[in-house]
């Protein structure tokens, strides 16, 4: 992260504290919440169950949460399950950072792009054993108090390994994870001023023949940049001369393609060593998620 970075959070985070006003900071507090992609592994609802991601006692940002999702399923379909937990956390004094991997960016896009301006009741922030929590007489708000996104591994513009049939074509989330369709689910755009930091990892070979530019084995550079368009592209890193260079922040790639709106590549792959998947240790690019999360989330 540059020092420009840091001090655009700490200022960010200054701005909503005085908004809040000092008493209401007394009582308010600070939620991590990590959203899973594809397969899944927590049971719903249950927002101690880090089994998608690794060890539940590893730092991850203050006050973590695990949003669990079936990770099968379409993203509408689960979709319930994210703003419950959105509405249980980030609600009234509260404020959560995000943290999502893989087809977790189209949960996050989602949800602020269909639900983030939508009216909000005020919880009490102690879930039920469904997950869900009561209110708490505060009354309602609009949309979540979210202070930005870190996403790792993004499958916000899709996967070419969907439209190929890599992955079980049963699996009604496949379809969504086609780059058409994932491209075209939502408003990419409209994040609610939100800033999405993105982690793009480039430990890529099995597929190097199907995912086009760099690429984590499941997801390549243009959905984990955040490249703006309809359909995906060859996006590397400034070593590889056969494509157009993914750039940091959130400047348009090397041949003029814009990122989405509030779309900001935080970190780039330029060593190739970070892969796709967690392992069940919090591995992979999530990794890196993990480390901004721990020095950035308080």
């Known amino acids: 992260m540059t020092l420009k970075e840091i001090g655009w959070r700490r200022i960010?985070?200054?701005?909503?504290?005085?908004?809040?006003?000092?008493a209401a900071l007394a009582h308010a507090t600070n939620y991590t919440l990590w959203i899973n992609g594809r397969t899944g592994g927590g049971q719903l609802g249950n927002y101690?169950?880090?089994?998608?991601?690794?060890?539940?006692g590893t730092a991850a940002g203050v006050n973590k949460k695990a949003v669990n999702w079936d990770g099968?399923?379409?993203?509408?379909?689960q979709n319930y399950l994210v703003r419950n937990a959105l509405d249980c956390y980030c609600t009234g004094n509260n404020w959560c950072y995000l943290g999502a991997h893989s087809a977790g960016n189209l949960q996050v896009g989602y949800t602020l792009a269909m639900y983030?301006?939508?009216?909000?009741?005020?919880?009490?922030?102690?879930?039920?054993?469904?997950?869900?929590?009561?209110a708490s007489g505060a009354g309602t708000q609009t949309g979540w108090n979210i202070k930005w996104v870190d996403i790792a591994g993004g499958a916000g513009g899709g996967s070419e390994l969907a439209n190929a049939g890599s992955w079980a074509m049963s699996e009604p989330l496949?379809?969504?994870?086609?780059?058409?369709?994932?491209?075209?689910?939502?408003?990419?755009?409209?994040t609610?001023?939100?800033?999405?930091?993105?982690?793009a990892g480039a430990k890529g070979t099995l597929y190097s023949g199907i995912l086009p530019g760099q690429d984590d084995e499941a997801i390549a550079?243009?959905?984990?940049?955040?490249?703006?368009?309809?359909?995906?592209?060859?996006?590397?890193?400034?070593?590889?001369?056969?494509?157009?260079?993914?750039?940091?922040?959130?400047a348009a790639a090397e041949g003029g393609r814009a990122k989405w709106n509030n779309h900001n590549v935080q970190f780039r792959d330029d060593g190739e060593a970070w892969n796709h998947y967690t392992n069940g240790k919090w591995g992979g690019i999530v990794s890196r998620a993990v480390a901004d999360m721990v020095a950035n989330a308080k």
């Not at 169950?49 to 539940?56: E, H, L, M």
């Not at 984990?224 to 060859?234: C, D, E, M, R, V």
């Open 48 to 56: 101690a169950d880090f089994t998608y991601w690794g060890a539940a």
């Open 72 to 77: 099968y399923n379409t993203i509408a379909n």
């Open 174 to 190: 496949v379809s969504d994870l086609k780059t058409a369709t994932a491209r075209a689910m939502y408003d990419h755009n409209q």
């Open 221 to 250: 550079y243009h959905s984990s940049g955040g490249i703006s368009g309809s359909s995906g592209g060859a996006y590397c890193n400034p070593s590889d001369w056969l494509c157009n260079d993914l750039t940091l922040g959130t």
């Open 192 to 199: 609610r001023g939100k800033i999405f930091y993105m982690f």
């Open 116 to 134: 983030g301006g939508s009216t909000r009741t005020i919880t009490n922030a102690s879930p039920n054993s469904g997950g869900t929590c009561s």
């Open 12 to 22: 960010a985070i200054g701005a909503a504290a005085v908004g809040l006003g000092l």
